[in-house]
């Protein structure tokens, strides 16, 4: 009878501790201001920004993708 308790306990301290695992591991991951802001500069070059034209024309957007430059150009 002794050995039966001595396991049962061994059983729900084991699933005890693995459930607190779980969920210590579930928790959101806080960035520092450092990575924050490494972020940001990674992500800075992406989007649309004005410059100048080809061909002479006043207003268009270049848009970069990657390697790849799209130009459009306002009506």
């Given at each position: 009878?002794?050995?039966?308790?001595?396991?049962?306990?061994?059983?729900?301290?084991?699933?005890?501790?693995?459930?607190?695992?779980?969920?210590?591991?579930?928790?959101?991951?806080?960035?520092?201001?450092?990575?924050?802001?490494?972020?940001?500069?990674?992500?800075?070059?992406?989007?649309?920004?004005s410059h100048?034209?080809?061909?002479?024309?006043?207003?268009?957007?270049?848009?970069?993708?990657?390697?790849?430059?799209?130009?459009?150009?306002?009506?």
């Open positions: 009878m002794k050995k039966k308790i001595l396991k049962a306990a061994f059983v729900a301290a084991f699933a005890m501790i693995a459930g607190y695992g779980v969920y210590n591991s579930q928790k959101d991951v806080v960035l520092s201001d450092v990575a924050l802001a490494n972020v940001e500069a990674l992500a800075g070059g992406e989007g649309t920004s100048d034209c080809p061909g002479g024309r006043k207003e268009c957007v270049r848009v970069t993708v990657g390697n790849t430059v799209h130009i459009f150009y306002e009506k």
